[in-house]
């Protein structure tokens, strides 16, 4: 193998899978499954065959199915888990049985009552056992970090002589730091004659906050394959996250001088779909793919990436797959901020108005934590409380029924000529947004329609607020009526009137010269 290469070992439907509250249904590990190779990790974990039919199940139709990784099967050293591993298996194309038995004197003593040696031999034997299933084979001393040095080496070097081709050094406990781990690493290479034999792989535990960090300390001393999951997800405090290690391999490679096989632009994708099928929310403050991983608050930090993303991004969004940073517009942010989002959504402002729309703001920002794009869509819609009515609603007339199909005539008034349409829908407000659009023969998108009752009682006014696109921008209109189907005809006329106010404004008039 090249010695710049790091293996991704993705562990997220094993490890990953025992996390308290986790749980996968066979097709949702499928899928799983096949977005990992998308993603293009090297091996997948694909469960633990031995432990239920649905996991045999998930690791038999994800080694069937999935192509590129290698597909894996966790077993102990007995012999039904080899055997139920190597079945599982037996249809991938590129299979690697992985079994494991503890070694640390704690685990030896209170967990298994057995010697050193007869630890050993049940190593040498799932591992001889699995040898006859596939040829890739590797094998874990579960609790390493916690295992006595002389055992370890001891026990590393007897499981290549007896044909382990992958040897992975757990932190199963997350105990370690990274100096220690990072020399624990270098030892193994230093004094197990024979481990250039096999690929060596770690597979931290995150008990203290130090996965990713552990990671990183034993790729620097040699360790070529990284067992990791998305998300960071696993046992108790879970496993190091794969996008973490993932990506300080990439932002820093002039300091660690390794490859990887990963498209990292699958990551937010993949962590998207694991959160979302396993339950699991992901906290906005997670490096990578946490909601805030790339949102700017500060009005100074704001003004910096406008000019400069490299000011306060190390990473550019759209390497992990996002389409852009975030800036969060808050009581911190600063008039450029604003000037920007107005201008990507649409409302290139003059200085002035600009300085009007930047005070309401303010205003707002000061009673909401964060201002949305659909709350400057309201601050510009008041803004322009004076716009032209181009088309005023003259009359309409709705047929609707249980058995009639809902049917609206429509008229119009726009430059003193009235203009009538008639049209079938969904609906009757569907039709009736049919008729007005032959109307007005605009290309408008209806995003979004909401009714809310603004009084109570059988007479209560209906408020309706509708958002259209055109040509991408978004522009709101609202009404309010006794009559939930004229409140929405108005309400819908009110966006087009606004849409024909702000075009004149901002794309037929001098943009730069436009007061709202
Ligand atoms: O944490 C651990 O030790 C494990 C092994 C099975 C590799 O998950
Ligand atoms: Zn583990």
Same mark, same amino acid.
């Given at each position: 193998m090249d010695s710049n290469r790091v293996l991704v070992f993705d562990t997220t439907l094993r490890d990953g899978e025992q996390s308290p509250g986790a749980s996968l249904s066979v097709n949702d590990k499928v899928a799983i499954a096949h977005q990992l190779a998308r993603l293009n #990790?090297? #091996?997948?974990? @694909?469960?633990? $065959? #031995? &432990? &239920?039919e649905a996991q045999f199940d998930a690791v038999r139709r994800i080694a069937q199915e999935v192509d590129g990784p290698t597909i894996t099967g966790l077993a102990r050293c007995i012999d039904l888990d080899i055997d139920r591993a190597g079945e599982a298996l037996k249809d991938a194309k590129k299979p690697r049985i992985h079994t494991f038995v503890a070694t640390s004197k704690i685990h030896l003593e209170k967990k298994f009552r057995k010697t050193e040696d007869e630890i050993l031999e049940m190593a040498l034997k799932g591992i001889k056992r699995a040898k006859q299933y596939c040829d890739d084979v590797e094998f874990s001393p579960e609790d390493s970090a916690r295992t006595g040095k002389d055992f370890l080496f001891r026990i590393v070097k007897a499981a290549i002589e007896a044909g382990a081709t992958t040897i992975n050094i757990p932190d199963t406990v997350g105990y370690s730091n990274p100096e220690e781990f990072g020399e624990l690493i270098r030892e193994i290479i230093k004094k197990v004659d024979n481990i250039h034999k096999a690929i060596l792989s770690v597979h931290c535990h995150n008990d203290l906050g130090l996965a990713v960090a552990n990671t990183l300390a034993a790729v620097r001393q040699g360790a070529q394959q990284v067992e990791v999951t998305i998300n960071g997800v696993g046992e108790r405090a879970g496993n190091a996250s794969l996008e973490e290690v993932v990506m300080a391999l990439k932002t820093r490679q002039a300091f660690y001088k390794k490859q990887m096989g990963i498209n990292s632009k699958e990551i937010i994708p993949t962590s998207r779909m694991v959160s979302r099928m396993m339950g699991i929310p992901v906290q906005p403050n997670k490096a990578i793919v946490g909601a805030n991983a790339f949102a700017h608050e500060s009005g100074i930090h704001q003004d910096a990436v406008i000019k400069d993303a490299s000011t306060y991004e190390i990473m550019t969004p759209t390497e992990i797959g996002l389409e852009s940073n975030k800036i969060v517009l808050g009581r911190h942010s600063g008039r450029h901020g604003l000037k920007q989002r107005l201008q990507e959504i649409g409302y290139p402002l003059t200085p002035e108005d600009l300085d009007r729309i930047y005070e309401r703001f303010l205003e707002l920002a000061d009673k909401k934590k964060e201002v949305f794009e659909e709350d400057l869509l309201a601050l510009i819609a008041e803004e322009s409380q004076d716009v032209t009515e181009a088309f005023q609603l003259e009359y309409f007339q709705i047929l609707s029924g249980n058995h009639a199909i809902p049917t609206a005539t429509i008229g119009l008034k726009h430059k003193d000529q009235v203009f009538r349409e008639a049209s079938v829908g969904d609906g009757p407000v569907d039709a009736a947004y049919k008729a007005i659009d032959k109307i007005v %023969?605009? $290309? =408008? %998108? =209806? @995003?979004d329609y909401s009714l809310k009752g603004v009084t109570g009682g059988k007479d209560a006014m209906g408020e309706v607020v509708v958002h259209v696109t055109e040509n991408g921008k978004r522009i709101i209109g609202r009404a309010a009526s006794t009559d939930v189907i004229e409140a929405s005809i108005r309400a819908y006329v009110n966006a087009i009137n606004r849409v024909l106010f702000l075009k004149e404004k901002f794309t037929n008039g001098n943009s730069e010269k436009a007061q709202l």
């Open positions: #990790v090297d #091996v997948i974990e @694909a469960g633990f $065959p #031995v &432990s &239920s %023969k605009m $290309p =408008l %998108k =209806l @995003a």
